[in-house]
Nanobody, 121 residues
Framework: VQLVESGGGLVQAGGSLRLSCVAS????????MAWYRQAPEKQRELVAR????????????NYADSVKGRFTLSRDNAKNTVYLQMNSLKPEDTAVYYC???????????WGQGTQVTVSS
């Protein structure tokens, strides 16, 4: 499975960005999809996750407390794409954001190359 992210950039605090991640080379409907982020000198952390279309909890989402109410994760199974809509951005959201996929059946994990998000104060 290959993951290609896009949509990062520089934005002022309070602004919005939408990240996209396109998956190829696998069956998208059996992939749990997630976004992680890693700020300088910090560990990579889970931002949001959406379950696969093939799971019993298809399409359910969970978010890090720090982004609840501001970020929305969605998936378009017809386009093999997940979107992370980020609103009310804060300087502490600055990080490299990574798309992640995990197979429902094999638990194999895949990563994208990352996209930089910078929020200026």
């Amino acid at each position: 499975v290959q993951l290609v992210e896009s949509g990062g950039g520089l934005v002022q605090a309070g602004g919005s960005l939408r990240l996209s991640c396109v998956a190829s080379g696998g069956t998208f409907s059996v992939l749990h999809m997630a976004w992680y982020r890693q700020a300088p000198e910090k560990q990579r952390e889970l931002v949001a996750r959406i379950s696969s279309a093939g799971s019993t909890s298809a399409g359910s989402t969970n978010y890090a407390d720090s982004v609840k109410g501001r970020f929305t994760l969605s998936r378009d199974n017809a386009k093999n794409t997940v979107y992370l809509q980020m609103n009310s951005l804060k300087p502490e959201d600055t990080a490299v954001y990574y798309c992640n996929a995990e197979s429902l059946f094999t638990r194999a994990k895949y990563w994208g190359q990352g996209t930089q998000v910078t929020v200026s104060s």
